[in-house]
């Protein structure tokens, strides 16, 4: 067989080595978004999610039936009204919040590390782009390390676990995968932990403190827990991190899991019990945070900000005040690039010294040696 310099990564694609200008990447992850507020476009994403057998651990074949017979029959219209509620003129705010600090990533990675052969994607769990095309748009381009960074802070089976699950799926039908390095989760990094305080910090300084600070967290069922998942005790592990840097008691700062459905137990307290229980015990001014969200989505914007402020008012509570997620601040943006720079030592186009006029002049000697191997074999 004739030697060749292309390889087929998935099927469809092949990349010439030779020609590659990118070495290393950085994949951002994100859960996904329909792509309109409608009950049409909402369907096949909300199909894909809760297909997941990550998502909901049912037998399949009686999942299948209630997802297929009642669920996909009855949300996607009630999905797709919550979404116009938050949807703006640009789109999803989880879909163009997360491209923007993929942007900051790659312009605070360049800043300090203004050589290297890196760039920053963005996939998307459910949805588009997807996983198995990002990263094969990255083998395209010449990427033989691969990070993959979920904007998940705390693991859970559901959310981290799910696209572990999707890379593996991409990565075993590639011939030629790259070198891979995952973050399981940063839920106690301290960069992360100092980036929460300061924005809580900064939004206190002005529009004023409340009388109590809510942490949301989003909910999975408590069975998960009971199995092994970490999840709960992640968050639990960020609350008190966090409260100990912004020197708050038990009682100025509480806990509770948001977004539950069904009828089986989940995490708790929930969100909107305790939201109804602060009003109804005299808390005027409710400020509530969401630290496992990388981006607002549709469970921060509107869940939060606007169903369980409604919830905390009829409860007899003054005003429920959302602090938006980090999204792409410099605070996040600085603890990602430390997080991405910490979890890629030893690679070299992320080393402080990297020469890329050195690594291209090693590539071209490699090449020349292997010419030479092939001729004499002839």
Request: glycine share 6%; with cysteine; charged share 20%.
């Amino acid at each position: 067989m004739p030697f060749t310099n292309n390889y087929t990564g998935l099927a469809g694609y092949s990349h010439d080595p030779d020609a590659a200008s990118v070495q290393a990447a950085v994949l951002l992850v994100n859960l996904g978004t329909p792509t309109a507020p409608t009950a049409q476009a909402v369907r096949p994403y909300l199909a894909e999610f809760l297909a997941d057998p990550r998502v909901i651990e049912y037998p399949r074949w009686l999942w299948w039936l209630i997802l297929n017979g009642v669920i996909l029959r009855v949300r996607p219209k009630r999905s797709a009204h919550a979404y116009g509620k938050v949807w703006e003129k640009r789109g999803s705010p989880l879909r163009f919040g997360s491209e923007a600090l993929a942007a900051g990533l790659q312009s605070e990675i360049l800043r300090q590390r203004p050589l290297a052969p890196v760039k920053v994607a963005l996939a998307m769990r459910y949805g588009e782009p997807s996983v198995m095309q990002t990263i094969a748009q990255l083998q395209r381009e010449g990427v033989r390390r691969l990070l993959v960074l979920p904007l998940y802070p705390q693991y859970s089976g559901t959310s981290t676990g799910s696209v572990l699950d999707a890379v593996a799926d991409t990565l075993k039908k590639m011939r030629w995968p790259p070198e891979l390095r995952i973050v399981n989760d940063y839920h106690s990094h301290p960069a992360h932990i100092e980036a929460l305080a300061q924005s809580i910090e900064t939004w206190w300084a002005t529009n004023g403190r409340g009388d109590k600070l809510l942490l949301s967290f989003h909910g999975i069922p408590e069975r998960y827990l009971h199995e092994g998942d970490p999840y709960f005790c992640q968050c639990h592990a960020t609350a008190r991190l966090l409260r100990e840097r912004l020197q708050l008691s038990e009682q100025q700062m509480v806990l509770s899991f948001q977004s539950r459905v069904g009828r089986e137990r989940w995490l708790h307290p929930y969100t909107d019990a305790m939201v109804r229980k602060l009003g109804a015990e005299g808390v005027r001014k409710l400020d509530v945070a969401c630290p496992g969200f990388a981006v607002d989505c549709l469970e921060t914007l509107e869940e939060i900000a606007m169903q369980n402020r409604d919830f905390f008012v009829g409860a007899g509570g003054e005003s429920l005040r959302y602090i938006p997620a980090l999204n792409d601040s410099e605070g996040q943006v600085r603890s990602l690039t430390e997080l991405v720079l910490q979890h890629t030592q030893g690679w070299p186009e992320f080393a402080a010294d990297h020469d890329p006029d050195a690594a291209r002049q090693q590539r071209a000697q490699a090449k020349q040696r292997a010419e030479a191997v092939r001729a004499s074999n002839d």
